[in-house]
Structures are given as structure tokens and as C-alpha cells.
């Protein structure tokens, strides 16, 4: 996969953290740029924000139509039946992203991987296997594609991961969120997961916790 291209925000000179945050399918990049001033972070926090744009791909289960997506989606079943391929060279190419802010000085352990949707699905995969220490994944309304497959690094085998999910998610359901959690907890992971009664979206209170997680986790 090519490199991809993506918005920066920074909420300060010199960042000492980041948040790479993976929108959803047929979204862009500028989906999640709103959030950042509704995070609550400290006045002085210094933290570069990254939005990737996905690569424009034919989306099966959308008839075939070419759209923004980080893999193809070939069945809505329980667990989706996804191009685990594509998935992986998502997650290569976000990894990619992760070690040009380690080359900017940024600390890997002061790297968030954030996602929603199919963007969470590439967190979980990237988040899990990266070889150096990341500082968190976030995990919004999403699943986890490749619970089975992926190969956790010995450096993040107790990273720290916040889940949330809607509980009126029409299009990725509440019980694949709480699964999410079933499988990380087998795989020794110890998530946090908070529900909202929304739909397949983000709101304020959601945002909100997610920049504690960031303060916690990276300032």
C-alpha cells in the first residue's frame, strides 16, 4: 500500500505525544479533526494529532462501489468476513505513521492508536503487534477482525485499551463490542469498556473520557 496521506493537528509546539485516529468506512480523515478542541486536554499539552485518509477500494458488501475503506468488508455476518490481507497492509501502512513520529522524537510509548469502525479493526491488529511499546489503543464501535491471527508483540502485551461502543449500533452491534472484550481478556489484555445509548456515532461524554485516557496514558 502507498503511503497514506493525512491531517495534522498539533495542540502545541514540540509535541511529546500522539493520537493516530483511523476514521471509518467511506469517511475520511477530517471525520475525527473536530474532536480534538472537545478532548479536554491540559492548556499546555503539546500532542499531534494524525488523521489518516483510507486508499479508495471496492467495497463488497456496498455493491462493488470504489470508496474510502482500510480493507473490503465480503459478508455482514457476526464476525464479518473481511480481506484479512488488506487489513495487514493497513496496518502496515499506519505502522508506517507510528515510526515517523518516533523519528520526530515523539517516544513510542507516547503513541496512541485510535480508530473507529473499520478504523478500530486496524488499531486492535497495529496496536497489538507494533514492536516497540505504544502508549494505548482506543477502540470505538468497531470489532476485532483479527483476534485469531494477530501476532502480539512482547512489548504490548499489557497495553492499556479503552472500547466503546452504542448500545442502538445498527451497523457494527453492541455484542461484537462486548466480544472484543471476551477475546482481549483470553489474550490477558485487562480492556476498559463503556457503552452509550447512541447509535453508530461518538458523543460527548465518550470524547470526553477518551482525553482522560490521553492525559493518563501520555502526558
Not at 509546539?13 to 478532548?39: C, K, M, Q, R, Y
Not at 497495553?159 to 466480544?179: A, F, N
Request: glycine fraction near 8%; proline fraction near 7%; charge should be negative.
Amino acid at each position: 500500500m502507498q503511503e497514506l496521506e493525512y491531517i495534522k493537528v498539533e495542540t502545541g509546539p514540540n509535541p511529546t505525544a500522539a493520537v493516530i485516529w483511523l476514521h471509518g468506512l467511506g469517511a475520511s480523515g477530517h471525520d475525527f479533526e473536530p474532536v480534538v478542541p472537545e478532548l479536554g486536554l491540559p492548556e499546555d499539552a503539546a500532542v499531534r494529532f494524525i488523521f489518516p485518509h483510507a486508499p479508495d477500494m471496492p467495497v463488497t458488501i456496498n455493491g462493488g462501489m470504489t470508496m474510502p475503506a482500510w480493507y473490503d468488508i465480503k459478508a455482514m455476518d457476526i464476525d464479518r468476513v473481511v480481506d484479512t490481507d488488506q487489513l495487514l497492509a493497513s496496518s502496515d501502512a499506519v505502522a508506517r505513521l507510528v515510526d515517523r513520529e518516533i523519528e520526530r522524537g515523539v517516544r513510542s510509548e507516547n503513541i496512541i492508536i485510535a480508530g473507529f469502525s473499520q478504523g478500530g479493526a486496524v488499531a486492535y491488529e497495529l496496536g497489538l503487534s507494533y514492536p516497540k511499546r505504544l502508549g494505548g489503543i482506543v477502540a470505538l464501535s468497531t470489532y476485532f477482525a483479527t483476534a485469531k491471527t494477530v501476532e502480539v508483540s512482547d512489548a504490548n502485551r499489557d497495553i492499556p485499551i479503552s472500547i466503546y461502543h452504542g448500545t442502538r449500533d445498527p451497523m457494527v452491534p453492541e455484542s461484537l463490542g462486548r466480544l472484543s472484550v471476551e477475546k482481549l481478556k483470553e489474550m490477558g489484555f485487562e480492556p476498559s469498556y463503556q457503552t452509550f445509548p447512541m447509535e453508530h456515532s461518538v458523543c460527548l461524554e465518550e470524547v470526553q473520557d477518551i482525553g482522560r485516557f490521553i492525559r493518563k496514558h501520555v502526558l
